[in-house]
C-alpha cells in the first residue's frame, strides 16, 4: 500500500477517503441518534438528479448535485416535519423522482455515454485536486456548524421537548442537521457512490453507539473506525484490484456482521445509544 502512494491519483484517494469518513462519523453519529437513516438513503438517490442534470446542461458536478441534493433535502425535511405519518412515502416517492429524472437527463445528454457505475459505485481514484479542495472546505465547515451547536443538536437528539423549553430553535436546526446531511452525501457519493454511501454513514455509528458513553465519543469513535475501513479497503482494492468504494463498504460490512457476533456472545458490554449519557 505504501509504494501505491507514489501516484497522486491514490494520494488523492486516501485523502478523499478520510475526509469522508470523518465527516461521516460526525453526521452518520446525528442520523442515527435522531433514526433518520431512511431520510438519508432518500437524499442520497434523489442525489442522482442533480447528476443528470450536470450532464445535460453541462453545470460544474459538485454544484449542480449539491444544488438539487439541497432542494430535496429541504422538502423532505418540511415533510417529517408536517407530516409525519406520511414522510416515508413521500420520501420514497421523491427517492424514485430524483433517480428517475437523473437516468433520463443522462440517457437524453448529446455526445456520448455516462458511466452509471463510477456514481453508482463511487469513483474515489479519479478525485481531482480541485474537487479534493471543495471537500476540504466543506469538510472544515460542516465540522465548524456541528461545535457551534453541539448542545443545541444533542438537546434535539435526545428530548425535542426539552430542547424547546430550553429555547433552541427546534425548526431551524433541524433545517439545519438535513442542509449539513445533503452536503456530507454530496462528499460521499464521490468516495463509494450512490448505493452504498448509507453504509458509510451508518455503520460506523452503529458500531460505535455501544461503546461510546456521550454522543462526543461516537462522533470520535465513528471517525476513526470510517478510517481504519477506508485505509484497508483501499489496500485490498489496489492488491486485488477491485472497486474501491464497493471494497471500503464490503470492510465495513465485515466488522457489522462481527461485532454482532460479539455481542451475542458477550452481551450486554455497554449501554447503547439511547443511554449516553450528555457531554
Same mark, same amino acid.
Not at 417529517?80 to 420520501?91: C, E, G, Q
Not at 492488491?239 to 470492510?251: K, N, R
Given at each position: 500500500?505504501?509504494?501505491?502512494?507514489?501516484?497522486?491519483?491514490?494520494?488523492?484517494?486516501?485523502?478523499?477517503?478520510?475526509?469522508?469518513?470523518?465527516?461521516?462519523?460526525?453526521?452518520?453519529?446525528?442520523?442515527?441518534?435522531?433514526? #433518520?437513516?431512511?431520510?438519508?438513503?432518500?437524499?442520497?438517490?434523489?442525489?442522482?438528479?442533480?447528476?443528470?442534470?450536470?450532464?445535460?446542461?453541462?453545470?460544474?458536478?459538485?454544484?449542480?448535485?449539491?444544488?438539487?441534493?439541497?432542494?430535496?433535502?429541504?422538502?423532505?425535511?418540511?415533510?417529517? /416535519?408536517?407530516?409525519?405519518?406520511?414522510?416515508?412515502?413521500?420520501?420514497?416517492?421523491?427517492?424514485?423522482?430524483?433517480?428517475?429524472?437523473?437516468?433520463?437527463?443522462?440517457?437524453?445528454?448529446?455526445?456520448?455515454?455516462?458511466?452509471?457505475?463510477?456514481?453508482?459505485?463511487?469513483?474515489?481514484?479519479?478525485?481531482?485536486?480541485?474537487?479534493?479542495?471543495?471537500?476540504?472546505?466543506?469538510?472544515?465547515?460542516?465540522?465548524? /456548524?456541528?461545535?457551534?451547536?453541539?448542545?443545541?443538536?444533542?438537546?434535539?437528539?435526545?428530548?425535542?421537548?426539552?430542547?424547546? #423549553?430550553?429555547?433552541?430553535?427546534?425548526?431551524?436546526?433541524?433545517?439545519?442537521?438535513?442542509?449539513?446531511?445533503?452536503?456530507?452525501?454530496?462528499?460521499?457519493?464521490?468516495?463509494?457512490?450512490?448505493?452504498?454511501?448509507?453504509?458509510?454513514?451508518?455503520?460506523?455509528?452503529?458500531?460505535?453507539?455501544?461503546?461510546?458513553?456521550?454522543?462526543?465519543?461516537?462522533?470520535?469513535?465513528?471517525?476513526?473506525?470510517?478510517? /481504519?475501513?477506508?485505509?484497508?479497503?483501499?489496500?485490498?482494492?489496489?492488491?486485488?484490484?477491485?472497486?474501491?468504494?464497493?471494497?471500503?463498504?464490503?470492510?465495513?460490512?465485515?466488522?457489522?456482521?462481527?461485532?454482532?457476533?460479539?455481542?451475542?456472545?458477550?452481551?450486554?458490554?455497554?449501554?447503547?445509544?439511547?443511554?449516553? #449519557?450528555?457531554?
Amino acid at each position: 500500500m505504501v509504494e501505491a502512494l507514489q501516484f497522486e491519483f491514490m494520494r488523492n484517494a486516501m485523502a478523499a477517503g478520510l475526509l469522508a469518513s470523518v465527516i461521516c462519523g460526525i453526521m452518520g453519529t446525528l442520523v442515527v441518534v435522531n433514526r #433518520i437513516v431512511f431520510l438519508s438513503g432518500g437524499i442520497a438517490h434523489a442525489a442522482y438528479g442533480g447528476i443528470g442534470m450536470a450532464f445535460y446542461f453541462g453545470w460544474p458536478y459538485l454544484a449542480s448535485t449539491l444544488g438539487f441534493s439541497l432542494g430535496a433535502a429541504m422538502v423532505m425535511a418540511a415533510v417529517t /416535519l408536517n407530516a409525519k405519518h406520511r414522510a416515508d412515502t413521500i420520501i420514497g416517492v421523491i427517492w424514485a423522482l430524483g433517480m428517475a429524472c437523473g437516468i433520463i437527463l443522462i440517457d437524453l445528454s448529446p455526445g456520448y455515454n455516462v458511466d452509471l457505475m463510477s456514481y453508482l459505485f463511487g469513483s474515489i481514484l479519479t478525485v481531482p485536486d480541485a474537487d479534493l479542495w471543495i471537500m476540504v472546505a466543506m469538510g472544515l465547515f460542516i465540522v465548524g /456548524l456541528v461545535a457551534v451547536y453541539y448542545k443545541d443538536l444533542l438537546a434535539l437528539s435526545y428530548d425535542e421537548e426539552f430542547a424547546r #423549553i430550553r429555547g433552541v430553535p427546534v425548526t431551524a436546526l433541524y433545517f439545519l442537521l438535513i442542509g449539513m446531511l445533503a452536503v456530507t452525501v454530496v462528499m460521499v457519493i464521490q468516495v463509494v457512490g450512490l448505493i452504498l454511501v448509507i453504509a458509510l454513514l451508518t455503520i460506523p455509528p452503529f458500531i460505535m453507539e455501544k461503546y461510546a458513553r456521550s454522543m462526543l465519543q461516537m462522533m470520535i469513535g465513528s471517525s476513526v473506525l470510517g478510517v /481504519l475501513f477506508t485505509i484497508v479497503g483501499l489496500w485490498i482494492s489496489y492488491a486485488f484490484d477491485l472497486t474501491s468504494g464497493a471494497s471500503i463498504i464490503m470492510v465495513a460490512g465485515i466488522f457489522f456482521f462481527l461485532n454482532l457476533l460479539v455481542e451475542r456472545l458477550i452481551p450486554d458490554r455497554r449501554k447503547s445509544a439511547t443511554s449516553l #449519557i450528555p457531554e
